[in-house]
Nanobody
Framework: QVQLVESGGGLVQAGGSLRLSCAAS????????MGWFRQAPGKEREFVAA????????TYANSVKGRITISTDNAKSTVYLQMNSLKPEDTAVYYC????????????????WGQGTQVTVSS
């Protein structure tokens, strides 16, 4: 199994920045890629960004391109989500997840998920 623990969420004003972290432990050798998803109240969970575990490839949702950057630190087994120019519509619970075989925006293939961290952006 792979255990994922998110941190770094909080309350920030519109235009501000946050960096989320996702620490992975356990069978991390089985991970091919890591993704970030988010779920706002009353909405379905949506893809934000993903990165291969080695960090060589990334993919982003169109809604966050240019504002959000995903990165990895393999030495720390941690994935980061740097979020800049935050908007109220970025308010959601953010989840990280691991995928065993591919780099994808489709949530169904991610087999391990963290508990989530709340991000609230005030206007």
């Amino acid at each position: 199994q792979v255990q994922l623990v998110e941190s770094g969420g909080g309350l920030v004003q519109a235009g501000g920045s946050l960096r989320l972290s996702c620490a992975a432990s356990g069978r991390t050798f089985s991970v091919y890629a890591m993704g970030w998803f988010r779920q706002a109240p009353g909405k379905e969970r949506e893809f934000v960004a993903a990165i291969t575990w080695r960090g060589s490839r990334t993919t982003y949702a169109n809604s966050v391109k240019g504002r959000i950057t995903i990165s990895t630190d393999n030495a720390k087994s941690t994935v980061y989500l740097q979020m800049n120019s935050l908007k109220p519509e970025d308010t959601a619970v953010y989840y990280c997840a691991s995928h065993p075989t591919g780099l994808t925006a489709v949530s169904g293939g991610y087999n391990y998920w963290g508990q989530g961290t709340q991000v609230t952006v005030s206007s």
